[in-house]
């Protein structure tokens, strides 16, 4: 499984960003896909994710401003990512997974991770 993130970059405050994650190597549609990001000195923390049927979580710090959605034709995830805060500032990772019940998620598969830099 290969998963390639893309759509980074440096943005002032209030601005927005769209983050896009392509996977290959597995069948899209049957996994739960989502979005990580890590701050320096920070750990790594769930920003959203989206299961096979669309269903949606997110990070209290991003809800409201983010949006997560998923392409199953195009083997796609997107994080729209919309009035940004310096404490976005992040590594985001995009990860693929299956989904187990109670067992949780097993994100085994993740993104090389795009750059964010959200300036004051």
């Known amino acids: 499984v290969q998963l390639q993130a893309s759509g980074g970059g440096l943005v002032q405050a209030g601005g927005s960003l769209r983050l896009s994650c392509v996977a290959s190597?597995?069948?899209?549609?049957?996994?739960?896909v989502g979005w990580y990001r890590q701050a320096p000195g920070k750990e790594r923390e769930m920003v959203a994710r989206?299961?096979?049927?669309?269903?949606?979580n997110y990070a209290d710090s991003v809800k409201g401003r983010f949006t997560i959605s998923r392409d199953n034709t195009k083997n796609t995830v997107l994080l729209q990512m919309n009035s940004l805060k310096p404490e976005d500032t992040a590594v985001y990772y995009c990860?693929?997974?299956?989904?187990?019940?109670?067992?949780?998620?097993?994100?085994?598969?993740w993104g090389q991770g795009t750059q964010v830099t959200v300036s004051s």
């Open positions: 989206i299961s096979t049927g669309g269903n949606k």
């Open positions: 190597g597995t069948i899209f549609r049957n996994n739960v």
């Open positions: 990860t693929l997974g299956r989904h187990f019940g109670l067992l949780g998620t097993n994100f085994a598969s």
